[in-house]
C-alpha cells in the first residue's frame, strides 16, 4: 500500500525570466511503484527522509539508497528507482528547471555527477518541500513566485544537509577568512593546511563552489565595504586593513568588482557609527523592545 499526494504547474514565460521555476511537487509514502526506466527534460530533487530503497543510473550500477538521503535527476540522463518492496519509504520531490539551475550546478548545490546524496537531515529540505506544497493551493496568486523562491530555499537547504558538509562551517574557508587581510599567496595558503595548491583549490571548491583566490577576494571586499560604511578611514588606510599596500589597485579592484568606486560606495551606504558595528547579529524573531520616549 501507499499513499501519492502531488501537484503540477505551468510557469508563464515571465516567471521563467526569474531564473528558477517550479514545476511540480509531491509527497509520497509506502511501497511506492519504481520509477523508470525514464530520461527527463529537466530537475528533479527527490527527497528520501525514511526507508530505503534503491537507485540505477545510465552506468547500469544498482545503489543502496537509505534514508536521509538526496536523489539527483538531471535533464538528459536515464535513471530507475524505486523504494524497498518490503519496508517502502517517505519521499518528497520537486521539479524545477530554469537558466539558474546552471549556476547552481557550477557552484555544486546540483550535482548530476553524484545523483545519490546521503543527508545528515531531510527536515529542513522537507520543510521547503511543505511551503511549495502549502503554496499550491487553488487560486493562490502568487503561485509562481512563492513557489520559485522556495526552490531557491530547498537548494540552499539540500547542500547544507549534506552529510560531508560540517554543520558548523568549513574549517578551510574559516580558516581563509581569518587569514584573508594576510600577504599570503594561494599556495602559502594552502601550506598553513599542509595541502598543495590543487588540494586547497579542491576543497574550496568543494565547500564554496568557487576558488581559492575568487573567495578571499570576496571575504576582503566584504571588510572594505563595511570599513567604507562606518569608518571614515582614507580609502588607502582602508586597502592596507584588508590587505592591499597599493591603494590604486584596490581602488580598480573593488570598482571591477563591486561596480562603483570605493568613495562612491561610501557616499551611497555611509553610516559613521562611534566605535564601528556590532557584531553580535540580532534575532529577527526576537528584536530587541524599544521603549516608548516618556512625555
Known amino acids: 500500500m501507499y499513499h501519492t499526494w502531488m501537484r503540477y ?27 523508470g526506466p525514464r530520461t527527463l527534460d529537466h530537475h528533479v530533487a527527490v527527497v528520501v527522509s525514511a526507508g530505503s530503497g534503491w537507485y540505477r543510473g545510465a552506468d547500469g550500477r544498482r545503489t543502496t539508497v537509505t534514508a536521509p538521503a538526496l536523489l539527483w535527476l ?7 528507482y524505486g523504494a524497498d518492496p518490503d519496508t517502502g519509504w517517505d519521499e518528497a520531490f520537486v521539479d524545477f528547471s530554469g ?38 493551493r487553488p487560486g493562490n496568486p502568487l503561485l509562481e513566485v512563492e ?3 522556495a ?3 530547498l537548494l540552499v537547504a539540500l547542500r547544507r544537509a549534506r552529510a560531508d558538509t560540517n554543520a558548523d562551517g568549513d574549517p578551510v574557508l574559516a580558516a581563509l577568512a581569518r587569514d584573508a587581510f594576510q600577504p599570503l599567496s594561494v599556495a602559502e595558503h594552502a601550506a598553513r593546511h599542509g595541502m598543495t595548491a590543487a588540494e586547497l583549490r579542491s576543497a574550496v571548491r568543494r565547500a564554496a563552489g568557487c576558488s581559492p583566490k575568487d573567495y578571499l577576494l570576496t571575504v576582503r571586499l566584504g571588510r572594505a565595504k563595511e570599513l567604507l ?3 571614515e578611514l ?9 590587505g592591499y599596500d597599493d591603494p590604486a589597485y584596490f581602488s580598480r579592484l573593488f570598482t571591477r568588482r563591486v561596480g562603483t568606486a570605493p568613495i562612491r560606495f561610501r557616499e551611497q551606504q555611509g553610516r559613521s557609527v562611534h566605535g564601528g558595528w556590532s557584531n553580535v547579529v540580532p534575532d529577527p524573531e526576537h528584536p530587541p523592545t524599544i521603549l516608548p520616549r516618556s512625555v
Open 234 to 242: 582614507p580609502v588607502a588606510a582602508v586597502a592596507r586593513r584588508v
Open 147 to 149: 513557489t520559485g523562491a
Open 9 to 35: 504547474f505551468t510557469p508563464s514565460p515571465v516567471h521563467h525570466r526569474l531564473g528558477l521555476v517550479c514545476l511540480g511537487v509531491g509527497l509520497q509514502h509506502g511501497t511506492l511503484p519504481t520509477v
Open 151 to 153: 526552490v531557491h530555499e
Open 229 to 231: 560604511a562606518a569608518t
Open 74 to 80: 538531471t535533464p538528459g540522463t536515464p535513471h530507475h
Open 99 to 136: 537558466p539558474a539551475t546552471a549556476t547552481y550546478t557550477e557552484l555544486g548545490y546540483i550535482e548530476p555527477d553524484r545523483p545519490v546524496v546521503p543527508l545528515s537531515d531531510a527536515a529542513p529540505a522537507r520543510a521547503a518541500i511543505s511551503r511549495i506544497a502549502r503554496a499550491a
